[in-house]
């Protein structure tokens, strides 16, 4: 078990004037209408300092951004392709768990015309032209391009299995570096927090993400997500000593970017509850429509918990 907190570590370099620069490339080529917040430049710099920092960057190549929902973590993967094709990497795989958020993603990578579309009209890197392009596999990369490969994990774990011609194999990412991205990541630890047998571990997603890793000796994997289980004794031991940045819900709200929260309690059954809250949420979609606010009511059961949300259609910031 490793006593090593990264974003600590980080947090001790800025005392010692050891703190990276955000590289201007990063803002200037991403989408001038989602300004940087504080905590999302905060973010940058210190994947900036653990990637130039050789005593921060030893023993980890693969870092967690763990970041409240609606934070901008999409954002910030933008930025980070940007920073990683400065250095030298052109190749990337964003993988999640559902594949209606990978259709949802590629529009935010690839489409110039959506509302949520993350980089700048025209990417400048180096003084030329990057363009930004989709590939099924590397075979077809542009060693020119920001070249993403999109896919659920499930679709990873299955190729990596049984490899077919027009799709990621195990073997291209052993032939130059890649740069794995994972949203909602707490998806990967299901050994983990199972403790599993090491002959189980071998069929799970969590050891196709990690044999992926080590394909070659500089791939990288980001991670991303708001639900990181660090109670859980495993899950402490393996997180905590790659967190490279560290936003909580608390954090968000008390700088005043999550809107105030307001519980109701309800001692009727769970169903019942969902009917209310359905009921209720229609109500709201109604006198929204009535004032002519573009807001969509949503209803989450979590755990036995029934949850309204508004999110304003067409938000900015990548979330």
């Not at 800025?14 to 940087?36: C, F, G, H, V």
């Not at 509302?115 to 930004?132: A, H, M, Q, T």
């Not at 060693?143 to 299995?161: D, K, V």
């Not at 968000?252 to 009921?279: H, N």
Request: hydrophobic share 40%; glycine share 4%.
């Amino acid at each position: 078990m490793s006593d090593r907190e990264l974003y600590k570590e980080i947090d001790t370099a800025k005392k010692y004037n050891a703190y990276k620069e955000l590289p201007d490339y990063i803002p200037e080529n991403l989408n001038p209408r989602m300004e940087l917040r504080e905590y999302q430049k905060a973010a940058f710099r210190n994947f900036v300092t653990y990637f130039e920092t050789e005593s921060l960057r030893s023993g980890t190549d693969r870092v967690l951004f763990h970041m409240a929902t609606g934070s901008g973590k999409t954002l910030i993967m933008a930025g980070l392709m940007l920073y990683l094709y400065s250095q030298g990497y052109r190749d990337f795989v964003f993988f999640v768990n559902l594949s209606n958020i990978v259709r949802k993603t590629k529009d935010n990578f690839l489409n110039p015309q959506s509302s949520k579309y993350l980089f700048r009209e025209k990417i400048v890197l180096g003084g030329r032209s990057v363009p930004v392009r989709e590939v099924a596999s590397f075979a077809e990369r542009d060693p020119e391009a920001i070249n993403i490969c999109f896919t659920t994990i499930q679709a990873l774990h299955r190729g990596m299995e049984d490899p077919r011609e027009d799709a990621l194999t195990f073997d291209e990412l052993e032939k130059r570096p890649v740069v794995l991205l994972s949203d909602e990541a707490h998806h990967l630890s299901a050994a983990t927090k199972a403790d599993k047998k090491e002959q189980e571990a071998e069929k799970t997603w969590e050891y196709t993400v990690s044999r992926l890793l080590n394909a070659h000796e500089d791939n990288l994997l980001l991670e991303f997500t708001a639900t990181c289980d660090l109670r859980h004794p495993a899950l402490k031991a393996a997180y905590e000593p790659r967190i490279v940045f560290d936003y909580p819900l608390s954090r968000f709200r008390e700088d005043g970017y999550s809107k105030e929260i307001k519980t109701l309690r309800s001692d009727l059954p769970v169903m019942d509850k969902a009917l209310q809250a359905l009921m209720l949420s229609q109500y709201r979609l109604k006198l929204f429509e009535e004032h002519l606010l573009a807001i969509k009511p949503v209803v989450a059961i979590v755990d036995g918990k029934v949850i309204l949300l508004g999110k304003a259609r067409g938000s900015k910031n990548g979330e």
